[in-house]
């Protein structure tokens, strides 16, 4: 615990449970609790869908979750004061794990039920005919926009602010999505909206520095030039580790009273993935993306990698056949 009542071990746990459910979604047919040895069998015939980014939208959320439930607790009345808004498209399998692991899932689909046959469910069903697509989508629950198309977040974040001066609204935005006139015109919104009878609206750039094949501008812009382009829009800029759980923290509580706070959490592409991959080093570049093991159903090199990566995570530790979830 530390002393705005965060339990940092909850965190930890919820992000490992979080990246552990995203990769078992994107290979895993079968064996989701590796009860025996990994084999081609259990690996889906198809892999699809987006890696990189998941470990900050896991890293974020659980901050976020963690820190407006603690700030709840003395306030019987904002139980529906925070909303978490993120792009569609890239990093879904991060946002329904984390909606897999609060039941909110459940809530509109009675197959998830938070145990092993809701996760069997859950993983074998993601980007797969028939099952969840691997975006966004009108199923979602809270889904405003369905679609791959980046850029939107910002505004959306702003209209559902718009009118709810109870209400905070933390919206996580890609350093790729930044790139585009959409969302660095959304920027401009903090002037329009900015009145005591809105919402408090908390950008989160996610900065990581790459996009699906280069890397993104704002990675290779200087922290001075960024922080005089974020200021330039009229924010409050804080800068965080994403591995930093007490920093995080910290910057939150300080947003609550900072005018017009913007968050630039600084995460590795693909943290807690494969580091290299044939020679080639995927964690830290666009490597990471999408799926930093295509050849997993065919080369038992990549799948003994990829059971390595799934049992880094320790998810018995956290999770189990009886209970369930055991954070």
Not at 67 to 86: G, M, R
Not at 168 to 185: H, N
Not at 201 to 224: D, Q
Request: net charge neutral; proline share 5%.
């Amino acid at each position: 615990m530390c002393g705005l009542g965060i339990d940092y071990d909850y965190i930890e746990k919820r992000i490992r449970a979080c990246n552990y459910l995203v990769v078992a979604q994107l290979f895993l047919q079968d064996n989701f609790l590796l009860k025996r040895p990994l084999s081609f069998d259990d690996i889906k015939p198809r892999l699809l869908g987006h890696w990189g980014t998941c470990y900050g939208i896991n890293t974020a959320y659980a901050n976020l979750k963690s820190f407006f439930q603690n700030s709840n607790k003395a306030n019987a009345n904002s139980d529906n004061s925070f909303a978490f808004v993120l792009g569609p498209g890239h990093g879904f399998p991060a946002l329904q794990a984390n909606l897999f692991l609060d039941g909110d899932l459940l809530k509109v689909d009675s197959k998830a039920q938070r145990n092993l046959s809701g996760l069997a469910y859950l993983c074998k069903e993601f980007s797969w005919p028939g099952g969840f697509p691997s975006h966004a989508s009108p199923i979602t629950p809270g889904v405003i926009c369905e679609g791959g198309e980046l850029g939107y977040a910002i505004s959306a974040a702003y209209g559902a602010a718009l009118g709810h001066p109870e209400k905070t609204i933390a919206v996580l935005i890609g350093d790729g999505e930044l790139e585009t006139a959409t969302a660095l015109s959304s920027l401009n919104l903090v002037k329009l909206l900015g009145t005591n009878k809105n919402g408090k609206v908390l950008p989160i750039l996610h900065l990581n520095g790459y996009k699906i094949s280069a890397p993104t501008v704002y990675a290779r812009k200087s922290e001075r030039e960024l922080l005089s382009l974020i200021r330039g829009f009229g924010y409050t800029p804080f800068i965080v580790n994403g591995d930093d759980a007490e920093a995080f923290q910290i910057a939150l509580d300080e947003t609550t009273s900072a005018v017009n706070p913007f968050i630039i959490m600084k995460t590795e592409k693909g943290a807690t993935g494969p580091e290299y991959i044939n020679g080639k080093k995927i964690a830290g570049n666009f490597l990471a993306h999408q799926i930093p093991l295509p050849h997993a159903k065919t080369d038992a090199s990549e799948l003994k990698i990829l059971e390595t990566w799934l049992k880094s995570y320790n998810f018995g530790q956290l999770f189990n056949d009886t209970e369930g979830f055991v954070l």
